[in-house]
């Protein structure tokens, strides 16, 4: 299972697709689109994904424990739910109009549509188990809920994409080896004259 740095490595690939398909245009270079918080000050790049919220993911659930190799036991890996807000930097000095930001998300969202998957082993390529592909979805939140993500770290809502990328599955560093059998009984019944088969 996919080891600690796939929390990056999914906000690595998210940038990286935008990156790839987005430049020069709407945006002009590669570097105009950051791992980035909106509260971030005189940072001067266009478009930034913010990973605003990690959750444990709901209703599935996995074995307290997994083999691995012959006799080790190794805790099962967690799933967890990304959450990810796409927005416009507004300290940006390229001097966007309404018309230009809407364009951006418009094509922002168009490529994540498009390329709304990935498998765990496309980014930890050493991973050898198939694992379910990490999906990209809209994350069904209200306007309400969008508003309060701006709050909290006090800057003034503005339109912006959220997302939800899941199941990111964790692994466990604890490994246990499992009881060996060291002692076995065995019977034998040895059938009498008397015995008939019925």
Not at 82 to 107: E, H, P, T
Not at 173 to 179: G, K, L, N, R, W
Request: aromatic residues 10%.
């Amino acid at each position: 299972m996919a080891d600690y740095p796939i929390i990056a490595d999914v906000s690595n690939y998210i940038v990286r697709t935008l990156r790839g398909k987005m430049c020069p245009e709407p945006i002009p270079s590669a570097n105009n689109i950051q791992v980035s918080s909106p509260a971030d000050q005189d940072v001067d790049y266009i478009l930034g994904l913010y990973l605003y919220d990690i959750r444990e993911t709901a209703g599935m659930s996995t074995p307290p424990y997994m083999p691995t190799g012959r006799v080790r036991l190794q805790k099962a890996p967690r799933p967890y739910d990304l959450y990810y807000m796409v927005f416009i930097n507004g300290s940006s000095q390229m001097g966007l109009k309404a018309l230009d930001i809407q364009k951006i998300l418009g094509r922002a969202a168009q490529i994540v549509n498009d390329n709304n998957s990935v498998l765990p082993n496309q980014l930890q390529t050493w991973l050898e188990s198939n694992e379910p592909p990490i999906t990209l979805t809209q994350a069904k939140i209200t306007l309400e809920e969008k508003v309060r993500v701006w709050q909290a770290i006090n800057k003034p809502y503005q339109v912006s994409l959220f997302y939800k990328a899941g199941p990111v599955f964790l692994s466990s560093e604890v490994v246990i080896d499992a009881p060996r059998v060291v002692d076995a009984t065995f019977g034998i019944y040895a059938r009498g004259a008397n015995d008939t088969n019925e």
